[in-house]
């Protein structure tokens, strides 16, 4: 008798057991993809920086530089493009590539 109410307190308390979060809501490509979305973004920022004058009163036209006009914008976007597929990116869990591969 003691047995059975044993294993049913048992029972009782697996059914009460919640799992909130069963794994990661990101894989590791999409960590690798934001990682370099962000060192992008700051080449993009780091190509868009200079151009200024020393002396305010003499104007510089290298504010008008390909780099700036063309390049850096270019990069910014990628850099923000791939950020957006790093999180639209879905990765299987590893438990279905599991049960996938033994069937």
């Known amino acids: 008798m003691a047995k059975s109410t044993a294993k049913k307190k048992k029972t009782i308390a697996n059914k009460h057991q919640v799992i909130w979060a069963p794994g990661m809501p990101f894989g590791k490509l999409n960590y690798i993809l934001l990682l370099v979305a962000i060192i992008v973004l700051a080449i993009g920022y780091i190509l868009l920086s200079g151009g200024g004058s020393d002396d305010p009163a003499i104007f510089s036209d290298a504010i008008f530089d390909t780099r700036r006009l063309t390049i850096a914008p270019i990069t910014l976007m990628a ?5 957006l597929l790093s999180i639209l990116v879905k990765t299987k869990p590893a438990e279905q590539d599991k049960t996938t591969s033994q069937k």
Do not use: A, L
């Open 79 to 83: 850099g923000i493009i791939i950020g």
